[in-house]
Every structure is written in structure tokens, then in C-alpha cells.
């Protein structure tokens, strides 16, 4: 299964609403997962099941979606956001990863 | 708190084999999906494939045939080989914790960079 992402960058400012889009090439349920990652650092787990906050991850961040389409949304822009954000579907084997959508200032 | 940490050959030349340890602490060892993952410029993200306490693996059909995930209960340790490493599996790999199969990956390794070059 492909998944593609749109923007593959973005930039924008603090305090912005910012929405990244993951299509799968077929039907995923809501197997999708949504991770964050800064340079020299593991991935870091968002949001599961397409719209499942992790524990400990910031209010400002949601997913929704279903099928083969899906979002993340950031509401209001933080310095710490600034970040590459990959998309992952667990959904069938192998597992993929998209290809990443890199927000900067 | 779920801790993995790996350790491994960082520079290899062409065609010998990668092995990679990663140990888990904190957290049980049992009921969960471990996962080896790779970072390269070229490729992105890539999974690598997994394997559960019963010794069940699944792997990437692109690397299956190289590919070996093993598990050592006794020492809360899983291991990656890979054979015939050529230039184009230069990356960083980092091995991973899913709660169950058909999970995301909470848990991560601080990641190794892998170099193969002659």
C-alpha cells in the first residue's frame, strides 16, 4: 500500500493552522498512524487509529480520516512543531510509511 | 518506563552482513510486536519487518530474502541480521516496540547509522 503526502513542505508561522493530508493507494480502515520527527531524533508517535492522541501529546494536534484519506491538524502553530511529519498504515503487511511533510518557518 | 537501546557495526563493506541487538527495558518483554525500521535519504522510512514472543516474524518483501529477525527472551533482546549489504542499505535503523500487530510504534531506539562502503 502507497501513501502520499501533501504538502511534501510547508512553511508558516507561529500561531497558524496547519493541515497535512496522507492518501493511501487503497482502503485502510482507520489502521493510520501519524508520527512527528526532528533532526537526529526517532520518529515520535502522534496520533493512532487516525484519530487517537497519544497520551501526552499536545490538544493542538488531530487526525481524522477513514478509508484512504486522511489528515493531520496542527490548530495553532508552536516553535516546537517545527518538524518533518510522517504518515504510517499498519493496516496490511508490508507496512509503509509516507514520505514525510516537512513544516518549517 | 520502555526503554531500547541498540548497538551494532556502524560501517561495513559491501556484501557482509549487518547485525544489530537491540535490548528492552522497563516494560514487558511479552505481548508485543518488535520491529526494525530504516532511515535513508533515498528511501525514507522503511519497515523492516517484526516479530512476537511466539517467534512469529513478518518481513518486507523487499528485503525478505536477506532479512533475518530473531528474539532472545532470556535477555529481553531482539536482533536484526541482514546479509549481502550493499551501498543502496546505508541508513540509519532503529528497532521499535508495537503494542500488538497492526500497531503503531510507541517505542524507539535512538537509532544507528549503518555505512556500507568499500
Known amino acids: 500500500i502507497q501513501l502520499t503526502q501533501s504538502p511534501s513542505s510547508l512553511s508558516a508561522s507561529v500561531g497558524d493552522r496547519v493541515t497535512i493530508t496522507c492518501r493511501a493507494s487503497?482502503?485502510?480502515?482507520?489502521?493510520l498512524a501519524w508520527y512527528q520527527q526532528k533532526p537526529g531524533e526517532a520518529p515520535k508517535l502522534l496520533i493512532y487509529a487516525a484519530s487517537i492522541l497519544q497520551s501526552e501529546v499536545p490538544l493542538r494536534f488531530s487526525g481524522s480520516g477513514s478509508g484512504t484519506d486522511f489528515t493531520l491538524t496542527i490548530s495553532s502553530l508552536q516553535p516546537a512543531d517545527f518538524a518533518t511529519y510522517y504518515c504510517?498504515?499498519?493496516?496490511?503487511?508490508?507496512?509503509?510509511f509516507g514520505p514525510g511533510t516537512i513544516v518549517d518557518i | 518506563q520502555v526503554q531500547l537501546h541498540q548497538w551494532g557495526a556502524g560501517l561495513l563493506k559491501p556484501s557482509e552482513t549487518l547485525s544489530l541487538t537491540c535490548n528492552v527495558s522497563?516494560?514487558?518483554?511479552?505481548?508485543?510486536?518488535w520491529n526494525w525500521i530504516r532511515q535513508s535519504a533515498g528511501k525514507g522510512l522503511e519497515w523492516i519487518g517484526e516479530i512476537n514472543l511466539s517467534g512469529s516474524t513478518n518481513y518486507n518483501p523487499s528485503l525478505k530474502s536477506r532479512v533475518t529477525i530473531s528474539l532472545d527472551t532470556s535477555k529481553n533482546q531482539f536482533s536484526l541480521k541482514v546479509t549481502s549489504m550493499t551501498a543502496a542499505d546505508t541508513a540509519v535503523y532503529y528497532c521499535?516496540?508495537?503494542?500488538?500487530?497492526?500497531?503503531?510504534?510507541?517505542?524507539w531506539s535512538q537509532g544507528t547509522l549503518v555505512t556500507v562502503s568499500s
Open positions: 504510517q498504515q499498519v493496516n496490511a503487511f508490508p507496512f509503509t
Open positions: 487503497q482502503g485502510i480502515s482507520n489502521y
Open positions: 522497563g516494560g514487558s518483554f511479552s505481548y508485543h510486536y
Open positions: 521499535a516496540r508495537a503494542y500488538s500487530s497492526r500497531s503503531p510504534l510507541l517505542y
